[in-house]
Structure formats: C-alpha cells, structure tokens
C-alpha cells in the first residue's frame, strides 16, 4: 500500500506564497511519476504540475512562471511552490503519484491520490 500525506494548503490573500508539500510512504522501489491537480467548485481536476522520477517537468499554463514543483527522492516528497497567487488558483490541490511498489507478487505499478488540501485565494 502506499499512503499520501499532503500538507501546506491555506488562505493567502492575492500576490501572496504558499508551498504544498506530498510524502509518500509504503514499500515504494522507484518514482515515476509526482504531482499536483486542482479543482475548483464546480470545475474539472486539472494537472496543475508534475515531475517525472527523472527530473522532467511539466506545467499548466496558467501557473507557468508562478509556481515550481521539485521533489526529494530520497525522502519520496514532492513539493509545490506557488507563488503570485490569484483568486482563480483557490481549489482543493491534491497530490499524485505514479510509483512502482513492491508487492507480495513482485513489483507492481500504481496509481493514488492524496486526500487533497484546500487552498484559498481571498482578501
């Protein structure tokens, strides 16, 4: 099993940082694959950021040039800085892994998703 422990959501006013942070734990072998989605009431998720076990990054649009994801292997914990905020980046944020675990079968690939942590745009 692999368990996902999000941290760092809030309320910031506009302008304002804010740093998310994901651990992953469990018999994890490798990374593939971290990341952060979004939804916004009434919305779709969407990719916000995500970042290969090698290093490659992929972004949104919306938050290029504001937000950067990074991540710790060794600690299997990835992290989403986010700064310039706007109204239109208040969502729930959760966190994704694409990981190879090892199972009582062997090593298996999987898919989970954090529980997701709320962050707030307001002034």
């Known amino acids: 099993q692999v368990q996902l422990v999000e941290s760092g959501g809030g309320l910031v006013q506009p302008g304002g940082s804010l740093r998310l942070s994901c651990v992953a734990s469990?018999?994890?072998?490798?990374?593939?694959?971290m990341g952060w989605y979004r939804q916004a009431p009434g919305k779709q998720r969407e990719l916000v950021a995500d970042?290969?076990?090698?290093?490659?990054?992929t972004y949104a649009g919306s938050v290029k040039g504001r937000f950067t994801i990074s991540s710790d292997n060794a600690k299997n914990t990835v992290y989403l800085q986010m700064n310039t905020l706007k109204f239109e980046d208040t969502a729930v944020y959760y966190c994704?892994?694409?990981?190879?675990?090892?199972?009582?079968?062997?090593?298996?690939?999987?898919?989970?998703w954090g529980q997701g942590t709320q962050v707030t745009v307001s002034s």
């Open positions: 469990g018999n994890i072998f490798s990374i593939n694959t």
């Open positions: 970042i290969t076990g090698g290093g490659t990054t």
């Open positions: 994704y892994t694409d990981l190879s675990v090892v199972g009582v079968t062997g090593r298996q690939r999987r898919y989970d």
